[in-house]
């Protein structure tokens, strides 16, 4: 199973926005809109922070939104803020019946 | 509150065998799949295993079919994650995870490190 394709770093300033692609295949991210993302901080475990490529979860900061086109889902973090430096991960269902993670990416808050 | 506490990591000599543990509280644990997933240090997340909520589905990653098992007990809230024939690039925090709708992990645990190694 192949990892999901992430750009290794993204970074910003406070109050810009920020875009996280995550570049699949017609076998998973093409397939389905299972895709969901995850914020991890150092040490701690991931949270999700959306799902079925752009809901947000209950109690989940409005600045985090999704969307897919074709094989790459995206991750948009809008009014960037210095909590949300951290590492993000996709992930999507695919046909072999299991789910495929990114290969993360750590974005910082310049 | 929903919760899930990892246990049973530990040292382990390559080639040994451990069990880990997922104990789950806080939701009506007997229908929900549940996943294993896991981090090695630096590097980023690997999905492991699933179980469903009855036991009839099961799925490995191919990078541990053979060597792990995954199992479940309804009556005690748990989860298990019997690990055999360890290698050292089986070193990692392992995590368990509610699986919400087969790819959407809404609640994890902490982890539990588990290092291979002689």
């Known amino acids: 199973q192949s990892a999901l394709t992430q750009p290794a770093s993204v970074s910003g300033s406070p109050g810009q926005s920020i875009t996280i692609s995550c570049t699949g295949t017609?076998?998973?991210?093409?397939?389905?809109?299972?895709v969901s993302w995850y914020q991890q901080h150092p040490g701690k475990a991931p949270k999700l922070v959306i799902y079925?490529?752009?809901v947000r979860p209950s109690g989940v900061s409005d600045r985090f939104s999704g969307s897919k086109s074709g094989n790459t889902a995206s991750l948009i973090i809008s009014g960037l803020q210095p909590e949300d430096e951290s590492d993000y991960y996709c992930?999507?269902?695919?046909?072999?019946?299991?789910?495929?993670f990114g290969t993360g990416t750590k974005v910082t808050v310049l | 509150e929903v919760q899930l506490v990892e246990s049973g990591g530990g040292l382990v000599q390559p080639g040994g065998s451990l069990r880990l543990s997922c104990a789950a509280s806080?939701?009506?644990?007997?229908?929900?799949?549940i996943d294993w997933i896991r981090q090695a240090p630096g590097k980023g997340l690997e999905w492991v295993s699933s179980?469903?909520?009855?036991?009839?589905?099961?799925f490995y990653a191919e990078s541990v079919k053979g060597r792990f098992t995954i199992s479940r007990d309804n009556a005690k809230n748990s989860v298990y994650l019997q690990m055999n024939s360890l290698r050292g690039d089986d070193t990692a925090v392992y995590y368990c995870?509610?699986?919400?709708?087969?790819?959407?992990?809404?609640?994890w645990g902490q982890g539990t490190l588990v290092t291979v190694s002689s």
């Open positions: 995870a509610r699986d919400w709708t087969g790819t959407t992990f809404d609640y």
């Open positions: 806080g939701f009506l644990f007997s229908t929900y799949t």
């Open positions: 179980i469903s909520s009855g036991s009839h589905d099961i």
């Open positions: 017609s076998r998973d991210v093409g397939a389905y809109n299972y």
């Open positions: 079925d490529v752009s």
């Open positions: 992930n999507s269902y695919s046909s072999s019946g299991t789910p495929h």
